[in-house]
């Protein structure tokens, strides 16, 4: 597909989109949100397919114009090049944060992913991932699985295995724990409130070493910790590959779930997770039964380190050593949460946080992007690779199990020797050794 240039905006497009080819599709919704964009191009350099691909059409704006074509009627919904571009989106949402303007893009993305679907569905392989992780026993079997092949040193052993079979066990040895067997018992906290942990899908199969560590650091900065039985997957997958329906059906669980709880705080140790949650009054604002009960609790939802850096968060015992921290997306520019994982990290004593250049640069994990897409998830996580292997740090803290995991497996199969962490790991281990538990090496 040629480039295409900027068109003059026209207002009245918005007004009118009851009466555009899109009046009955999910893109009506965003006409607005694309009617924002001024064609500036400052979002450009924050666009990691566009860095990789260097083509309009891979880049915000192009997209942008591509989904205005679709409600303009000036291309087909059908038109496979416009799916083809807009496939190749990590929506990570760098753009967002570059935009003076304020475009929702990822609203307008899982728009026109929704809208599209409807003509022609996903790849087979995108719809029977998400079909398992709409099942909560069929998605425990596979992770207990995979927690079988990790344990048992099988994930490590064939991780340099070549293509995507390779990568794959990579990303499920990179998903172990940093420091096992470290348990403490926190004080009980009340002072702060109450939290109900989002158990997640990936984080509950493969990192519930994260979740426990996440309910101790709470309990230890002044936090009661509840239960919240009856959740289920948070529905990000399927919001981003544009079945909204399913990320509703998801979303409405979860909601009665924390409501059933009582809890002041909804806690989330998953960016990807944390930002639908807090996206839910957006994904409900048009049924009536759900909207105000899906905006309390996305207002409820808070990253695990909004709520450590409010509390400060209390320091724990000195573990010598450095760490670059690596920003997910969707915490980063989905969130806007910059300073409070740098907080989880610096209240461990004796830890230097090193800068990791580009730090705010997707990795190329996004969801179930880098098995739909894996050349290019490859290619927009090799920069990433090689500015960590300059940076020369053994760990590698980021908050998202997707990033941990495919970055960890990229720098197990580039022989970088280093590990990914998760910050609420680290932190935790420094509270274990205040309790008399050794240190980890590094
Ligand atoms: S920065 Fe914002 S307004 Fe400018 S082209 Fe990108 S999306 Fe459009
Ligand atoms: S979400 Fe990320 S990959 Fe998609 S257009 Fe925006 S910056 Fe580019």
Redesign the pocket.
Known sequence: MADRSPVPVQPELARNAVSLPCADTPLAAAVPGIMT???????LQACPTYLALGDENDS??GR?LLARALVEGTLPLDDPDVRTHLDRCLGCRG?ET????G?P?GHILEAARATLNEIEPPPRLARLVLAVFARPALLALALAGARVVRLTGIARLLAHLPGRAGFAFAMLAASAPYAANRRYAPRAGTARGTVAVLAGCVMRGLFAHVNRATERVLATNGYRVVSAPGQRCCGALHAHAGDLAGARALARRNIAAFEQSGAEFVAVNASGCGLMIKEYGHLLADDPAWSQRAAAIAARARDVSELLADAGPAPGAPIPGRVAYDAPCHLLHGQRLARQPLAVLTAVPSLEVTPLPNADQCCGSAGIYSLVQPQLAQDVLAPKLAEIADAGAPLVATGNPGCIMHIGAGMLRARIPARTVHPVELLDASYAAAHGATPPDR
């Open positions: 964009c001024v064609h500036c191009g400052f979002c915000p704006r942008i753009c570059a935009c003076p303007s475009v893009y």
